[in-house]
Nanobody, 126 residues
Framework: QVQLVESGGGLVQAGDSLRLSCAAS????????MGWFRQAPGKEREFIAT????????DYADFVKGRFTISRDNTKSTVYLQRNSLKPEDTAVYYC???????????????????WGQGTQVTVSS
């Protein structure tokens, strides 16, 4: 059973920076494309960023470009999301997702992923 465990969420102030981590187990991590998504109350889950198996292909949603950075450490089976200049509208539950596929393509739809973490709450106060 693939497990994805997010960490690093919490309460921060607008303008702060925060790094989320997602540790994977029971999966060949270096064969996985990883993604980050978020869901705010009353809204649909939305794509944030994705990184392919080697880290050579990344993509971001337009609303986070320049503020968020996705990266991965295959030796630690962990994917990260560095978030800078946080805004109150970034408040949401953040999820990581995985799909075991070796590709240079980017996967920016929730339906592209097979495995999901339980999510971590991030609250940004103004």
């Amino acid at each position: 059973q693939v497990q994805l465990v997010e960490s690093g969420g919490g309460l921060v102030q607008a303008g702060d920076s925060l790094r989320l981590s997602c540790a994977a187990s029971q999966v060949t991590f270096n064969e996985c494309t990883m993604g980050w998504f978020r869901q705010a109350p009353g809204k649909e889950r939305e794509f944030i960023a994705t990184i392919n198996w080697r880290g050579g292909s990344v993509d971001y949603a337009d609303f986070v470009k320049g503020r968020f950075t996705i990266s991965r450490d295959n030796t630690k089976s962990t994917v990260y999301l560095q978030r800078n200049s946080l805004k109150p509208e970034d408040t949401a539950v953040y999820y990581c997702a995985a799909r075991r596929v070796i590709t240079s393509a980017v996967l920016d739809d929730a339906g592209d992923y097979d495995h999901w973490g339980q999510g971590t709450q991030v609250t940004v106060s103004s």
